[in-house]
T-cell receptor, first 113, second 111 residues
Framework: DGGITQSPKYLFRKEGQNVTLSCEQN?????MYWYRQDPGQGLRLIYY???????QKGDIAEGYSVSREKKESFPLTVTSAQKNPTAFYLC????????????FGSGTQLSVL | QKEVEQNSGPLSVPEGAIASLNCTYS??????FFWYRQYSGKSPELIMS????GDKEDGRFTAQLNKASQYVSLLIRDSQPSDSATYLC???????????FGKGTRLSVIA
């Protein structure tokens, strides 16, 4: 079955630690996105990529980094510079010419120890 | 600054009633409008898209768009307890630009 796989489902970060959230898709979609969702809030864009080896900052990119070395993969690193990382992180993908129809992964809940 | 605004709710309606969810947006040149449904702890799923003024119906759902007034709404007829979720409004200015989401409206359908 085609889809988007995020892992892990739950992740705990110690202070000063970098952690990486995985996102893999087998839908052959060009564009991939990372959103952050805080309780009772909507989705805020962290980074997005429309082509391999290229990505753009979203509204809240500070303290995060990404890479897009393969079309299928778009990992997100939450660095120690992100002082309030506790949130639900959602990865999504879309066909480039229909960017609004997002297909979401099941999400990763990140908490700080 | 592009903004999408929704009443956070909760909006409570009795089973079988019509639920009306509203969304306003600030970017006048926005072109595409979407409603996503999100159950607690789950990822959003697309339920409706609308691109031109007027109404668009899909089963029990109707999306309404008024670009002059910069609002988009979602009507859910014959509401069911399974419709209880958060409904996110999303807007994009151009194709191939990322969606901007509202904070969502929490809907509770009471049996």
């Amino acid at each position: 079955d085609g889809g988007i796989t995020q892992s892990p489902k739950y992740l705990f970060r110690k202070e000063g630690q970098n952690v990486t959230l995985s996102c893999e898709q087998n839908l052959n979609h060009d564009a991939m996105y990372w959103y952050r969702q805080d309780p009772g809030q909507g989705l805020r864009l962290i980074y997005y990529s429309q082509i391999v080896n290229d990505f753009q900052k979203g509204d809240i990119a500070e303290g995060y980094s990404v890479s897009r070395e393969k079309k299928e993969s778009f990992p997100l690193t939450v660095t120690s510079a992100q002082k309030n990382p506790t949130a639900f992180y959602l990865c999504a993908s879309s066909i480039l010419q229909a960017g609004e129809k997002l297909f979401f992964g099941s999400g990763t809940q990140l908490s700080v120890l | 600054q592009k903004e999408v605004e929704q009443n956070s709710g909760p909006l409570s309606v009795p089973e079988g009633a019509i639920a009306s969810l509203n969304c306003t947006y600030s970017d006048r040149v926005s072109q595409s409008f979407f409603w996503y449904r999100q159950y607690s702890g789950k990822s959003p799923e697309l339920i409706m898209s609308i691109y031109s003024n007027g109404d668009k119906e899909d089963g029990r759902f109707t999306a309404q768009l008024n670009k002059a007034s910069q609002y988009v709404s979602l009507l859910i007829r014959d509401s069911q307890p399974s419709d209880s979720a958060t409904y996110l409004c999303a807007v994009t200015r151009l194709r191939n630009t990322p969606l901007v989401f509202g904070k969502g409206t929490r809907l509770s359908v009471i049996a």
